[in-house]
């Protein structure tokens, strides 16, 4: 049976981003649905497949997954091929607490640096707490490929979960040219440079809905 991915739009959502890519990345099928956010109908369309009203949801059969981490888990232990997580128990208990670090943190970023796939990339003002999310950003993807630069170019060597969480913070540094460092660049330039990552911005650029709330 086919997975479906509802998602929000492609240009704002960041968090529909996540396990987007996770199956992109493998290569398993899946029916996408885009339910543009923040319409008069948009919370009843989402509700059809979520009481908890938010995007992104898998479903898988009987199955209903909402919460973008939560859906990377289960495909990675749905799809066990995919390797979802480092195979070493230290390196599997870091990218965990790396990836719940995504999930629960870095507010200030998230506020003032929304996910915009259309914004033309530009240096922006930011407060000393973006500065601080920043700082720990950058610290994550050195440290990690330092520790795992030789296996590959993600931040464990191969493409994880923890490269699906972070994702959408690589696209954000690179819309507001965020000072990333050397290493952190590298690791950068490896999303852009994702196919799906591309099919994704120029999807997220063709859409029309103007959010006011996300835009500057």
Same mark, same amino acid.
């Given at each position: 049976?086919?997975?479906?991915? #509802?998602?929000?739009?492609?240009?704002?959502?960041?968090?529909?981003?996540? %396990?987007?890519?996770?199956?992109?990345?493998?290569?398993?099928?899946?029916?996408?649905? +885009?339910? %543009?956010?923040? +319409?008069?109908?948009?919370?009843?369309?989402?509700?059809?497949?979520?009481?908890?009203?938010?995007?992104?949801?898998?479903?898988?059969?009987?199955?209903?997954?909402?919460?973008?981490?939560?859906?990377?888990?289960?495909?990675?232990?749905?799809?066990?091929?995919?390797?979802?997580?480092?195979?070493?128990?230290?390196?599997?208990?870091?990218?965990?607490?790396?990836?719940?670090?995504?999930?629960?943190?870095?507010?200030?970023?998230?506020?003032?640096?929304?996910?915009?796939?259309?914004?033309?990339?530009?240096?922006?003002?930011?407060?000393?707490?973006?500065?601080?999310?920043?700082?720990?950003? +950058?610290?994550?993807?050195?440290?990690?490929?330092?520790?795992?630069?030789?296996?590959?170019?993600?931040?464990?060597? +191969?493409?994880?979960?923890?490269?699906?969480?972070?994702?959408?913070?690589?696209?954000?540094?690179?819309?507001?040219?965020?000072?990333?460092?050397?290493?952190?660049?590298?690791?950068?330039?490896?999303?852009?440079?994702?196919?799906?990552?591309?099919?994704?911005?120029?999807?997220?650029?063709?859409?029309?809905?103007? #959010?006011?709330?996300?835009?500057?």
């Amino acid at each position: 049976m086919t997975l479906t991915l #509802i998602i929000g739009n492609k240009n704002y959502s960041s968090w529909s981003l996540r %396990p987007w890519l996770f199956l992109k990345h493998h290569g398993i099928a899946f029916e996408e649905i +885009r339910i %543009p956010l923040y +319409r008069e109908d948009s919370q009843v369309r989402i509700a059809a497949y979520s009481p908890a009203g938010k995007v992104p949801v898998l479903v898988d059969g009987d199955v209903t997954v909402w919460d973008s981490l939560a859906i990377l888990e289960y495909l990675a232990e749905r799809f066990p091929e995919t390797q979802g997580w480092p195979a070493a128990t230290t390196d599997r208990a870091r990218a965990r607490s790396l990836a719940a670090e995504m999930h629960s943190g870095f507010a200030a970023l998230r506020t003032h640096c929304g996910m915009n796939c259309r914004r033309q990339p530009a240096p922006k003002a930011l407060p000393a707490a973006v500065d601080n999310d920043v700082a720990r950003i +950058r610290q994550i993807w050195r440290e990690c490929r330092e520790h795992r630069g030789n296996d590959g170019p993600w931040l464990f060597g +191969r493409f994880t979960v923890v490269d699906a969480m972070y994702a959408p913070v690589a696209l954000r540094f690179h819309t507001y040219r965020v000072e990333a460092g050397p290493a952190a660049q590298d690791y950068v330039n490896t999303v852009l440079g994702h196919p799906a990552v591309t099919e994704w911005i120029v999807a997220g650029k063709a859409e029309t809905e103007v #959010i006011p709330a996300f835009e500057e």
